[in-house]
């Protein structure tokens, strides 16, 4: 199983849509999740921190659930310039390591159209 | 500030050729690293360091040598080019370790290297 899975997609919304993303993770001593945003050919940037009681930022909402081991990202009222790819990122520990590394899901590709 | 500088943006090699990846930051960011990301996967971490003259293995070191002289500087060799290799690179910097809830990567814009 890798340490983190997405749904691939691509996931195609009209302007004004809602949608969602899942996100699971397999290690369940995990601290830190994040979702990177990825525009086509260019680099990853971070567009949240997720944080354990769920939080929000304007048209975006994180949540996390321990229990069941999975991130998800809501967006509402979707914009044409949102379509990217949506990088689910969690922290884990390595064997032997006393640093945490991140570990990236492969991307959720979204579009969204007029 | 520049940010994260990395150089070259493409790059093609022919099989068994060696090369280094620049990577510089202006932020005074402690922590470095660098990540490949190939078609259907996530990106993988191959070397990061937490500080001028320390530095570890990722999850896929194999063929690539890094060091760190300086805090900003962190190159990335490739010792002897595979196909393999073939992938979109990235260096990531940030202020301290990337784990912690509040931490953000600053990622450069990448280098495209195509091995023959």
């Known amino acids: 199983r890798k340490e983190v899975e997405q749904d691939p997609g691509p996931f195609n919304v009209p302007e004004g849509a809602t949608v969602a993303f899942n996100c699971t993770y397999s290690?369940?001593?995990?601290?830190?999740f994040f979702w990177y945003r990825q525009d086509c050919r260019k680099e990853p940037k971070l567009l949240m921190s997720v944080y354990s009681s769920g939080n929000e930022d304007g048209r975006f909402t994180a949540q996390l659930n321990r229990a069941s081991q999975y991130i998800s990202l809501l967006i509402r009222d979707s914009k044409l310039s949102d379509s990217a790819t949506y990088l689910c990122?969690?922290?884990?520990w390595g064997r032997g390591s006393t640093l945490g590394r991140l570990y990236f899901g492969r991307g959720t590709q979204l579009t969204v159209w007029p | 500030n520049a940010g994260v500088t990395q150089t070259p943006k493409f790059q093609v090699l022919k099989t068994g050729q060696s090369m280094t990846l620049q990577c510089a930051q202006d932020?005074?960011?402690?922590?470095m690293s660098w990540y490949r990301q190939d078609p259907g996967m996530g990106l993988r971490l191959i070397h990061y360091?937490?500080?001028?003259?320390?530095?570890d293995q990722g999850e896929v070191p194999n063929g690539y040598n890094v060091s760190r002289s300086t805090t900003e500087d962190f190159p990335l060799r490739l010792l002897s080019a595979a196909p393999s290799q073939t992938s979109v690179y990235f260096c990531a910097s940030s202020l301290d370790s990337p784990t912690s809830t509040n931490e953000k990567l600053f990622f450069g814009s990448g280098t495209q290297l195509s091995v023959l």
């Open positions: 290690n369940s001593a995990s601290q830190s």
């Open positions: 990122v969690v922290n884990m």
């Open positions: 360091s937490v500080g001028a003259g320390i530095t």
């Open positions: 932020m005074n960011h402690e922590y």
